[in-house]
């Protein structure tokens, strides 16, 4: 295959860049603006994890089947985008009335339409920008990258906040209303456009029928022989228990606490994610697979303590590590686990092995996971008075031991039972 041309390099970066800056400008921060409609947290969860966690089981049926057997890509793509689009910006509208009473289930259902078309974009678009490629180990990481680039740059809406709050007839930070949910519709559009002037990429062509097996990873399952291999998975899906206290809740806790700009400094796990993607190799090289799963795992940990430890105040620097620690917690031991579980699953089975994991972690451990941590947080609810009103908040030091335990318990259980030699990050 030819060489990649600059003028594809350059329309597949922005693909990525607006792909993920789509969802990025307000999947952080709905948690708060939920919280400020009246929403629980097992409603947040509810409405904003299991639906995502929908998402990710259902989308792969779609690519897998019919997205990449019977259409070009790009297309696909660009009508997903508008679909996307059109849901959010629906869901902006609905997760209140008219007279701003909370409506949890019909938000729920709009915002699962949205998730069950935006969810499949990411395999699409790394789809799209693998056919271009003639050296894929080179050349996507720098292009992918553009995605993480891409949420970033969002993030930073939050330092416009008073003058875009009034936008939507607020006062509020900008987190506390429905205008990031409008942005990224808006957003959603242009990726939709700019799908459409994407370099083809057509369907691909196959010999046999795809079942519905093939998607699930069932051949996969045959993997589960390998006591390592069956730890980590399970280790995998009981990871996301604790880390949905974080991925789902983080934002409405800063928030509470009284820290500003929060989405713009969340943006800091992104950055150290970014690092870290690139210093990979040079640890894999000194840790091996189990001691970087492992120090994935008790990042986690240390991310909760810094929570649980930190304020606003003098000891404001642990939430910043906290939020730092991201490049560590997601690098470590998810992109790990999709590295470990390539070598270990033979070559015929490699797609149905890494849809497998997809779906233990970002489908089943999502569900359960965002479920879990609504029930907890909902068990600490308080009562302030600020400027003589009362207003609702958590016991957030005593929220952040739960998933301090929960982590704990998961990294001995895979330091105990997993002792796999199997080197990965390298030929």
């Given at each position: 295959?030819?060489?990649?041309?600059?003028?594809?390099?350059?329309?597949?970066?922005?693909?990525?860049?607006?792909?993920?800056?789509?969802?990025?400008?307000?999947?952080?921060?709905?948690?708060?603006?939920?919280?400020?409609?009246?929403?629980?947290?097992?409603?947040?969860?509810?409405?904003?994890?299991?639906?995502?966690?929908?998402?990710?089981?259902?989308?792969?049926?779609?690519?897998?089947?019919?997205?990449?057997?019977?259409?070009?890509?790009?297309?696909?793509?660009?009508?997903?985008?508008?679909?996307?689009?059109?849901?959010?910006?629906?869901?902006?509208?609905?997760?209140?009335?008219?007279?701003?009473?909370?409506?949890?289930?019909?938000?729920?259902?709009?915002?699962?339409?949205?998730?069950?078309?935006?969810?499949?974009?990411?395999?699409?678009?790394?789809?799209?920008?693998?056919?271009?490629?003639?050296?894929?180990?080179?050349?996507?990481?720098?292009?992918?990258?553009?995605?993480?680039?891409?949420?970033?740059?969002?993030?930073?809406?939050?330092?416009?906040?008073?003058?875009?709050?009034?936008?939507?007839?607020?006062?509020?930070?900008?987190?506390?209303?429905?205008?990031?949910?409008?942005?990224?519709?808006?957003?959603?559009?242009?990726?939709?456009?700019?799908?459409?002037?994407?370099?083809?990429?057509?369907?691909?062509?196959?010999?046999?029928?795809?079942?519905?097996?093939?998607?699930?990873?069932?051949?996969?399952?045959?993997?589960?022989?390998?006591?390592?291999?069956?730890?980590?998975?399970?280790?995998?899906?009981?990871?996301?228990?604790?880390?949905?206290?974080?991925?789902?809740?983080?934002?409405?806790?800063?928030?509470?606490?009284?820290?500003?700009?929060?989405?713009?400094?969340?943006?800091?796990?992104?950055?150290?994610?970014?690092?870290?993607?690139?210093?990979?190799?040079?640890?894999?090289?000194?840790?091996?697979?189990?001691?970087?799963?492992?120090?994935?795992?008790?990042?986690?940990?240390?991310?909760?303590?810094?929570?649980?430890?930190?304020?606003?105040?003098?000891?404001?620097?642990?939430?910043?590590?906290?939020?730092?620690?991201?490049?560590?917690?997601?690098?470590?031991?998810?992109?790990?686990?999709?590295?470990?579980?390539?070598?270990?699953?033979?070559?015929?089975?490699?797609?149905?092995?890494?849809?497998?994991?997809?779906?233990?972690?970002?489908?089943?451990?999502?569900?359960?996971?965002?479920?879990?941590?609504?029930?907890?947080?909902?068990?600490?609810?308080?009562?302030?008075?600020?400027?003589?009103?009362?207003?609702?908040?958590?016991?957030?030091?005593?929220?952040?031991?739960?998933?301090?335990?929960?982590?704990?318990?998961?990294?001995?259980?895979?330091?105990?039972?997993?002792?796999?030699?199997?080197?990965v990050g390298r030929d």
């Amino acid at each position: 295959m030819p060489a990649m041309s600059a003028n594809v390099r350059i329309r597949l970066s922005i693909m990525m860049f607006l792909q993920y800056a789509f969802n990025g400008v307000w999947i952080i921060p709905l948690g708060f603006y939920l919280h400020k409609q009246g929403y629980t947290a097992f409603e947040i969860g509810y409405a904003a994890g299991t639906t995502i966690a929908l998402g990710c089981i259902i989308s792969p049926f779609f690519v897998g089947m019919i997205a990449d057997r019977f259409f070009s890509a790009q297309k696909v793509l660009g009508v997903l985008n508008i679909l996307a689009a059109l849901f959010l910006y629906v869901a902006s509208q609905t997760a209140v009335d008219s007279q701003g009473v909370k409506q949890p289930n019909v938000f729920f259902w709009v915002l699962l339409a949205h998730n069950l078309c935006y969810m499949p974009t990411w395999a699409l678009t790394n789809s799209i920008a693998l056919y271009q490629m003639s050296n894929p180990g080179k050349q996507f990481p720098s292009i992918r990258v553009m995605g993480t680039i891409g949420w970033i740059v969002v993030s930073g809406v939050t330092l416009f906040s008073k003058k875009l709050s009034p936008l939507v007839g607020s006062t509020e930070t900008i987190e506390a209303t429905r205008l990031p949910m409008i942005l990224g519709s808006g957003i959603g559009v242009i990726a939709a456009v700019f799908a459409f002037f994407l370099p083809s990429t057509p369907p691909k062509p196959t010999d046999h029928k795809i079942s519905f097996g093939d998607v699930l990873g069932v051949r996969a399952l045959a993997l589960f022989k390998d006591r390592n291999f069956a730890v980590f998975a399970i280790s995998s899906f009981l990871i996301l228990f604790p880390a949905m206290f974080y991925w789902q809740f983080c934002n409405l806790f800063l928030n509470e606490i009284g820290m500003e700009f929060v989405q713009f400094k969340q943006s800091v796990g992104q950055m150290a994610e970014a690092v870290f993607l690139f210093l990979m190799p040079f640890f894999f090289a000194r840790f091996g697979v189990k001691k970087m799963l492992l120090i994935g795992m008790l990042a986690w940990v240390g991310r909760f303590l810094c929570f649980q430890l930190g304020d606003v105040g003098s000891m404001v620097f642990l939430l910043y590590a906290g939020l730092a620690l991201h490049g560590v917690c997601f690098d470590f031991f998810f992109v790990t686990g999709q590295l470990y579980t390539d070598k270990k699953a033979p070559k015929e089975v490699q797609a149905s092995a890494q849809g497998l994991i997809s779906l233990i972690t970002f489908g089943l451990g999502w569900l359960f996971g965002s479920v879990l941590a609504g029930r907890v947080i909902d068990n600490y609810v308080v009562e302030n008075v600020v400027d003589g009103a009362v207003v609702k908040g958590h016991n957030w030091p005593v929220v952040w031991l739960y998933p301090v335990i929960m982590a704990v318990i998961v990294a001995i259980f895979f330091l105990v039972f997993f002792d796999d030699k199997t080197v990965v990050g390298r030929d």
